[in-house]
């Protein structure tokens, strides 16, 4: 069976890393019929937008994308390929396995960790605006039912999987109100899965316990900008960005990268 897949090669280091990866997927056997479609620098420069509409029409009808590395301008330029994807396609559960490959250096080993992490909205979603000249304002938005769902995602990942255990990371000491929210929603979810562990950490605490002791950890539920920091921190831990996969899923289309 051929499968229609849409091809995102991305920019910079993108088509080099994609070009391997085609060709693995290839040699696996996987009959996929690629849809390439330009998006970030390069699709500004040649159809004046970083997300042209066939790319997104590509995506709808397919479902299904493999996406390379976009480029995101520091303090300045377009916004991020990554997050407007996420949104439009509602793409709410970002899932990144942290576990070592056999002949692939790292710190350490016999690591097996899942980030699980809320992908439209929180800090990360980029809703800001300058109040005055000099005075910046960026929003965190939150709601019960986003962080019900992702929560739900955890928990059922976990007993589809047979982990033992989930871990919420926030920062409710701080920001009570938001933070509170995730974890509140996290712990009403926990009650369903009586078979699984549940605990919280706040997410400074999570990061220091990572490095000294992360065989103590299983999956991890965090909210959005925690979940890009921690999972990068994770990744560290097993040899890098370049060894970890990630996945962007919804109800109805997924994005891997």
């Not at 995506?59 to 299904?64: L, S, T």
């Not at 299983?218 to 925690?226: G, I, Q, R, S």
């Given at each position: ?9 991305g ?6 890393v ?8 290839k040699a ?6 690629w ?11 040649k159809?004046g ?13 397919n479902?299904?994308?493999?996406k ?6 520091v303090?300045?330029?377009f ?8 949104q ?5 559960a ?6 070592n490959l056999p002949g ?7 690591i097996?960790l ?8 929180g800090?990360?979603s ?20 986003a962080?019900t769902?992702?929560s739900?995602f ?6 589809r999987?047979?982990r033992?255990?989930v871990a919420?990371?926030?920062?409710a000491?701080?920001?009570k ?6 974890l ?16 919280d950490?706040i997410?400074d605490?999570?990061c ?5 002791d ?5 999956v991890?539920l ?31 289309h997924a994005?891997?990268?």
């Amino acid at each position: 069976m051929k499968h229609r897949v849409t091809l995102i090669p991305g920019d910079g280091i993108g088509p080099e890393v994609t070009k391997p990866t085609l060709q693995i997927i290839k040699a696996a056997g996987v009959n996929i019929d690629w849809e390439p479609h330009l998006a970030g620098a390069e699709a500004l420069k040649k159809h004046g937008t970083t997300i042209p509409k066939p790319l997104m029409d590509s995506f709808e009808k397919n479902r299904v994308a493999l996406k390379g590395p976009v480029t995101t301008p520091v303090g300045e330029g377009f916004s991020s390929v990554n997050v407007a994807l996420r949104q439009s396609f509602n793409l709410y559960a970002n899932l990144r396995p942290i576990k070592n490959l056999p002949g692939v250096k790292a710190r350490y080993q016999g690591i097996d960790l899942i980030v699980v992490r809320e992908n439209t909205e929180g800090l990360y979603s980029g809703i800001e605006h300058e109040v005055v000249p000099g005075v910046v304002e960026s929003l965190k938005i939150m709601t019960e039912k986003a962080c019900t769902k992702i929560s739900k995602f955890a928990f059922e990942y976990a007993r589809r999987n047979g982990r033992k255990k989930v871990a919420a990371v926030h920062k409710a000491n701080i920001m009570k109100l938001s933070d509170g929210l995730f974890l509140d929603c996290a712990r009403k979810v926990s009650t369903a899965y009586k078979n699984i562990g549940f605990s919280d950490v706040i997410v400074d605490n999570a990061c220091l316990q990572l490095v000294i002791d992360p065989w103590k950890f299983d999956v991890l539920l965090m909210e959005n900008l925690y979940g890009d920091i921690v999972s990068d921190l994770a990744a560290g831990l097993v040899g890098g960005l370049g060894v970890v996969p990630g996945a962007n899923l919804g109800d109805r289309h997924a994005l891997f990268e």
